[in-house]
């Protein structure tokens, strides 16, 4: 059975959303201008099912980017997919953001050993990432990090190189400048979703609609407003 899921990609400024039947891509919608995901997350959806040529009701599953990410942004894509979910009795598919992402960085010509570092911007020189190997397996937790000229200086003394992407690897550049730093621009996307989302279907494993909560990992960065008086 090739399922037919609806893919979400809400934790960063980018919001995306595509359909699949199997691993075929039907449809895909993608919102460039940043952090538009609560206007007009449900317009990409509409128009990716209208392109698609499919009902809502006819999908097996909705998948979902679960993080780490923007605190709001991952808000606006749980409550939309669980939403979906509850509506038509779905159940959800959550995907890792960080293993799509390093999945979604290997190449044919990369080398056995090969480690993968995709990175989520998480403000100044911080970011959210972890080590994956070229199968997607973590090699490490996720890690709030923040980046300067030591990082990662433990593997290079090793030898190992490593593959850097996402939207917080590009203000890494500067001071990541081992030769064996490899930088690919590959950043979110809901079409990155679906090999691990079609894997979660066909092994029956689907997060619990009633408790499950994006993988936040910080709380909201909130200020309190100033007293003009």
């Given amino acids: 059975m090739m399922p037919l899921l609806l893919h979400l990609e809400t934790a960063t400024e980018v919001c995306s959303v595509c359909i699949s039947r199997g691993t075929e891509e039907l449809a895909r919608h993608t919102l460039t201008e940043p952090y538009q995901h609560a206007a007009r997350l449900t317009l990409l959806i509409e128009a990716a099912t209208r392109e ?5 009701s006819q999908l097996d599953a909705v998948a979902l980017s679960q993080g780490p990410g923007s605190y709001t ?6 409550s939309t997919a669980k939403g979906i979910c509850y509506a038509l009795d779905k159940p959800l598919i959550a995907i890792d953001t960080l293993r799509a992402l390093a999945l979604a960085s290997r190449t044919a010509e990369d080398p056995l ?11 100044r020189m911080e970011v959210y990432t972890a080590r994956f190997d070229g199968a997607g397996q973590r090699l490490g937790p996720t890690e709030a990090k923040i980046i300067d ?8 003394a090793d030898g190992q190189a490593l593959v850097f992407s996402g939207n917080g690897a590009a203000k890494c550049q500067s001071v990541l400048t081992n030769s064996l730093a490899h930088f690919r621009s590959v950043d979110q996307s809901a079409h990155h979703l679906i090999p691990l989302a079609v894997a979660a279907f066909s092994e029956g494993s689907f997060a619990d609609l009633a408790y499950f909560s994006p993988e936040y990992f910080k709380s909201p960065n909130i200020t309190q407003p100033k007293n003009i008086w």
């Avoid at 050993?113 to 403000?123: E, K, L």
């Avoid at 000229?149 to 290079?156: C, G, T, V």
């Fill in 52 to 56: 698609a040529g499919v009902q809502l």
């Fill in 149 to 156: 000229e030591r990082s990662y200086a433990e593997q290079w």
């Fill in 113 to 123: 050993g090969m480690q993968y570092a995709p990175m989520i911007d998480a403000r």
């Fill in 73 to 78: 942004s991952l808000r606006v894509g749980t």
